[in-house]
């Protein structure tokens, strides 16, 4: 059984970085695309950024396009997030998501539904 731990959020200024990571274990993710997603308090969860299995293709959301660069790492079988730039309505709890059905493009990978894996999560507050 996949499981996703999340780590490396925590408290940040507005304009500073953080680097999040997502742990797999119980089975390798070559074959898995991935995604990230966050929820902030009172508002739906929303898909953030993806990644295709091979690692070639990644999308982002408009809101942290430029900002934000996913990437992985199959031979530690983890998942990345570097956010750059951060803004006070980056603050969420930030999810990883794994699914070996999906592919990530420009209609795929964008949707909680496209996903069957998930973490537990990791807090993300950007504040002065």
């Known amino acids: 059984q996949l499981q996703l731990v999340e780590s490396g959020g925590g408290l940040v200024q507005p304009g500073g970085s953080l680097r999040l990571s997502c742990q797999a274990s119980g089975v390798r993710l070559d074959f898995y695309s991935m995604g990230w997603f966050r929820q902030a308090p009172g508002k739906e969860r929303e898909w953030v950024s993806c990644?295709?299995?091979?690692?070639?293709?990644?999308n982002y959301a408009a809101s942290v396009e430029g900002r934000f660069t996913i990437s992985r790492d199959k031979a530690k079988n983890m998942l990345y997030l570097q956010m750059d730039a951060l803004k006070p309505e980056d603050t969420a709890v930030y999810y990883c998501?794994?699914?070996?059905?999906?592919?990530?493009?420009?209609?795929?990978?964008?949707?909680?539904?496209?996903?069957?894996?998930w973490g537990q999560g990791t807090q993300v507050t950007v504040s002065s």
């Open positions: 998501a794994a699914d070996p059905f999906t592919a990530c493009t420009v209609v795929a990978g964008n949707s909680r539904h496209d996903y069957e894996y």
């Open positions: 990644i295709s299995s091979s690692g070639t293709s990644t």
